[in-house]
């Protein structure tokens, strides 16, 4: 039986770039990549960009395996199902379509339609083990959907709208899943008894969190800054599922005990420029022991 290696910090230190994808000389030097996402075994990859490409990544191989074109929809958020040649993609284009979409990249075909949302999807993701997954959107409102059905199977609706932030995930396991909106409240869910509403209910306006975030944005010394504008763009649970970490529109992680929602460190030392506060792009994910958050 070949031994284990520990992920430790050295040997995350001691990582180096394997590949670069750099841009093809035909393509457009302002395309950026708006999503990616690893299917849950590892050897695969999925990409999307602003033109409207999809890109099926080998990981083994370091290949571009195939290129998808969906210009008419654009992608906004591309997700692996459980099966590893199909994603589910949000749109991008502004057309009044929000629909998702099931996708097959083996027959490169659309398997299903998913309407709902109004607005713009802000977060999507499959459920770890049921055919299964959930999406917010702009529209106020938070959807699980089974996948083999096009409607929406469970509606969790914001308390006013407009809403300026949303977005929600599953924990590893699907048993729980947590919801931000502007309201400045993450409310955690029983993935079972969503029904009952909120288990719990954390405040980003919680005494510690400020007392950690106002130095850290007074120092930087922008015009409109300032923490009652603190808003979650992204939710992240750990791998064991007892840590929480947030993505906010400041360049500011705060990393939160997932039951009591208890502070437990705050990443600062992400710098936006001018042209980034209007519109931060900030992502953030666990190293596989859940040791380590990137």
């Known amino acids: 039986m070949v031994e284990g290696v520990e992920l430790s910090d050295a040997v995350l230190r001691s990582y180096s770039v394997a590949r670069n994808f750099a841009p093809q000389e035909d393509e457009d030097p302002n395309v950026h990549i708006t999503s990616l996402d690893f299917h849950r075994n590892g050897e695969r990859c999925v990409t999307s960009r602003s033109d409207g ?13 195939k290129t998808i074109l969906t210009k008419r929809y654009g992608v906004g958020l591309v997700r692996f199902t459980h099966h590893p040649d199909c994603v589910i993609f949000s ?8 629909r998702i979409r099931y996708h097959s990249f083996f027959d490169n075909k659309f398997l299903r339609y998913y309407t709902g949302h109004t607005d713009r999807v802000t977060s999507l993701m499959m459920h770890p083990t049921a055919d299964q997954f959930l999406s ?22 914001t308390d006013h709208l407009p809403v300026s932030h949303v977005c ?23 993935a079972r ?29 922008a015009p409109n800054l300032n923490a009652k504008k603190l808003h979650a763009l992204d939710l992240k649970f750990s791998p064991d599922g007892n840590q929480l970490l947030v993505t906010t529109n400041r360049g500011v992680f705060i990393h939160l005990d997932a039951f009591e929602g208890k502070l437990l460190h705050t990443f600062k030392e992400h710098w936006l420029s001018q042209s980034q506060r209007s519109n931060p792009q900030l992502g953030c994910c666990y190293s596989a022991d859940a040791l380590s958050s990137r």
């Open 136 to 157: 917010a959107g702009m529209d106020g409102t938070i959807r699980l959907w089974d996948i083999r059905n096009s409607d929406t199977t469970a509606i969790i609706r």
């Open 91 to 98: 749109s991008a284009n502004s057309a009044n379509d929000n």
């Open 53 to 65: 490409v999809m890109s099926m990544i080998n990981c083994l191989s370091g290949t571009v395996a």
């Open 193 to 221: 008894n969503y029904q009952e509403g909120p288990f719990a209910k954390f405040s980003l306006y919680d005494a510690s969190i400020m007392a950690a975030v106002e130095p850290f944005l007074a120092h930087m010394q």
């Open 168 to 190: 929600a995930a599953y924990d590893q396991e699907g048993v729980v899943f947590g919801v931000y909106t502007d309201d400045h409240l993450i409310r955690m869910y029983d």
